[in-house]
């Protein structure tokens, strides 16, 4: 799956877009749309957190540090304990720093907007809407060609592999 973007000068034609991505069989929860704040979405599928903000990446980045602190600190504690190395509990250390890893950084990830979106900021604040599509690879072409060529005054933007995939 790949997602891709564009931005939209309006409301009136992203509810065009997302009527043609549905009638092309495009399920509602691969489309995504990101406005200013506060704008009124009138039925429109509203991008969710894991798009929004950094959550995902962050859990990722908490639970790779968590785990090797984790490994660190068992390391450190058996060798300073004088034991030989224990797989249960050196493991159990690991599993610790994983897991306090992912939750502090899933936290502060959650306060800090999709990095891979910066870049959008401006247009959206001035009234555009971004539009993101999760579709296989192999449509994508298809895909953009159909949003082009009806609606000239939506802009493509690009295309980029979903990290993490999406769970169906």
């Not at 991008?47 to 540090?65: C, H, M, N, Q």
């Not at 004088?82 to 250390?93: E, M, T």
């Not at 900021?121 to 690879?137: M, R, S, T």
């Amino acid at each position: 799956m790949r997602r891709i973007y564009f931005l939209v000068p309006d409301i009136a034609i992203t509810h065009k877009i997302v009527d043609e991505l549905r009638a092309e069989g495009i399920e509602e929860h691969h489309i995504h749309i990101l406005a200013k704040r506060d704008t009124p979405l009138e039925g429109l599928p509203e991008a969710g957190v894991s798009i929004k903000t950094d959550f995902i990446p962050a859990v990722e980045r908490g639970i790779a540090l968590g785990g090797s602190t984790g490994l660190l600190a068992g390391l450190v504690g058996l060798r300073l304990a004088g034991f030989a190395i224990a797989g249960g509990s050196l493991l159990g250390v690991i599993i610790a720093g994983a897991t306090i890893g992912s939750m502090m950084n899933g936290l502060m990830g959650m306060n800090s907007g999709n990095t891979r979106l910066k870049k959008f900021e401006d247009a959206i604040e001035q009234g555009e809407l971004l539009v993101l599509v999760d579709i296989p690879k192999e449509r994508i072409e298809t895909i953009k060609q159909l949003i082009v060529k009806h609606h000239p005054e939506a802009d493509f933007e690009g295309v980029e592999p979903i990290l993490p995939p999406p769970i169906p």
